[in-house]
């Protein structure tokens, strides 16, 4: 019998120091952001890292982009995120939210965007 099974691989609460935003006390300074990922791959029984997504990369990937200078917007953020989580093959699915913490402070905990990138 062959089965196909899917996992959903995620990283949830990442925090991100980035340059980010479109108003004049934004530009030249970090703030937080609140990095939410989930990847849809296909899996098998295997127990080798192998053959599955490592997690560590969206870490990586994350930072990578904070490091890489001022972006306006975090929906910016969010798309490049996500086309770095489906360079990989396997990635049939990316879910990113982006969560600014700072945004409405102090009248809400939190303002972003969250997008869904599929592979066609």
Known sequence: ???LA???VFVTGLKVQAEIGVYRHEVGRVQ???VDVELDVP???SDRLTETVNYETILAAA???AAQGHLHLVETFAHR???RCLEDP???RARVRIEKPLALAPHAVG???EIVVERR
Request: hydrophobic residues 55%; without cysteine; charged residues 20%.
């Open 1 to 3: 019998m062959s089965v």
């Open 6 to 8: 899917a996992s959903k």
């Open 32 to 34: 937080p952001l609140i």
């Open 43 to 45: 899996t098998d029984a």
């Open 63 to 65: 930072q990578d982009l």
């Open 81 to 83: 995120l996500a086309e």
């Open 90 to 92: 396997r990635v049939i």
């Open 111 to 113: 303002a972003g965007v």
